[in-house]
């Protein structure tokens, strides 16, 4: 079984025609897939949670992995049950340093082994990488710090956050962050065993870019088609 991770630039959080949700539903397969949403990132925040279930309890199984308060729930349990792992927004550094402390980081590699879908947005999306260009300090700057699944550097928020632009070329071509992915908001792209499938777009003119290091203290940005969603 192939092992699969979904790049958002959007969702249920801030995608009101649902295109993004339905493309990644889609490729969880069955009527009602199981989704487990992780707002780890956001500190749990109730709000975020709230927005989930009200926009995906009709068109799957759902459920939620606190870890902020997290009563009995048994993490390995509750991630290993499902078909897909919905990891949201927040501050990346405080999330991936709280699955530590939890062990959710190594259940979250034995699921993406094991062919449960993995996806996100913001912190989700860019987690799964070796580095990545985050404002989890404040500023943007590198964190080489990512769960390793997909090699390489990412960065989100690309045409909606000023700062992301430039302060990912600026890392990348500096040698502060490997070579990586960019991905708009309205955007996602599928990788399947580590290699990029293809990217989507429910926004015009919203893409995927692969940002390299020309060697000269400089970048290679190469946009990539989107198919159109909808």
Not at 63 to 92: C, H, K, M, W
Not at 94 to 102: K, P
Not at 142 to 156: E, I, T
Not at 173 to 185: Q, T
Request: include cysteine.
């Amino acid at each position: 079984m192939a092992s699969r991770i979904v790049l958002i630039g959007g969702g249920f959080a801030g995608d009101p025609d649902q295109l993004l949700d339905d493309y990644v539903l889609g490729l969880a397969g069955g009527d009602r897939p199981r989704v487990c949403f992780v707002p780890t990132a956001s500190g749990d925040a109730e709000v975020y949670i709230e927005r989930f279930h009200a926009e995906l309890d009709g068109r799957c199984r759902t459920s939620v992995l606190r870890l902020f308060q997290r009563g009995e729930v048994d993490p390995a349990t509750t991630l290993g049950a499902q078909d897909v792992i919905y990891v949201g927004g927040g501050n990346t550094a405080n999330m991936l340093a709280v699955w530590r402390v939890h062990g959710v980081d190594r259940l979250l590699v034995d699921a993406y082994r094991a062919g449960v879908l993995l996806c996100g947005v913001s912190a989700g999306m860019i987690c799964w990488f070796e580095s990545c260009s985050t404002d989890s300090f404040g500023p943007v700057r590198p964190l080489n710090d990512g769960l390793g699944l997909l090699r390489g550097s990412a960065c989100p928020h690309y045409n909606t956050e000023a700062p992301r632009r430039p302060g990912y070329r600026q890392a990348v071509g500096s040698g502060a962050l490997p070579d990586g992915w960019a991905l708009d908001d309205g955007a996602a792209a599928l990788f399947s065993d580590g290699e990029l499938v293809e990217s989507v777009a429910r926004t015009p003119g919203a893409r995927l870019y692969r940002v390299a290091s020309d060697g000269k203290g400089g970048v290679l940005e190469t946009e990539v088609p989107a198919r159109p969603l909808g």
